[in-house]
């Protein structure tokens, strides 16, 4: 089986809680057979901190591009950025 990038934004009182919601959806939308590329496929975070001058969803992007070991495993945990406002960027590689 293959892998795909996924990047999504989800509310919650703080990480866990927007990371529940976040697989919820997914797993409502995408199925909870396994191998959807999303999210749903995640157990797990990392909280990453953005630096203050980079945008977070490009950082994200880059962290995904350069393979860093935080998000570069299919069956590791999702990067999280705080986005402030009770707002969280979870990203990283789902098996597909």
């Known amino acids: 089986m293959g892998a795909c990038t996924f990047m ?12 529940k919601e976040a697989v919820e959806e997914a797993t409502y939308d995408y199925g909870h057979r396994g191998y959807t590329g999303s999210i749903a496929e ?10 203050p001058d980079q945008n977070p969803h490009d950082y994200a992007e880059a962290l995904i591009d350069n ?30």
């Open 67 to 96: 393979g860093d070991g935080r998000v570069d495993d299919k069956w590791g945990p999702a990067g999280c950025i705080n986005l402030g406002e009770n707002k969280y960027l979870f990203f990283g590689w789902a098996s597909s």
């Open 8 to 19: 999504v934004t989800a509310t919650g009182s703080n990480a866990k809680e927007a990371f």
């Open 42 to 51: 995640k157990d797990a975070f990392v909280i990453i901190t953005c630096p």
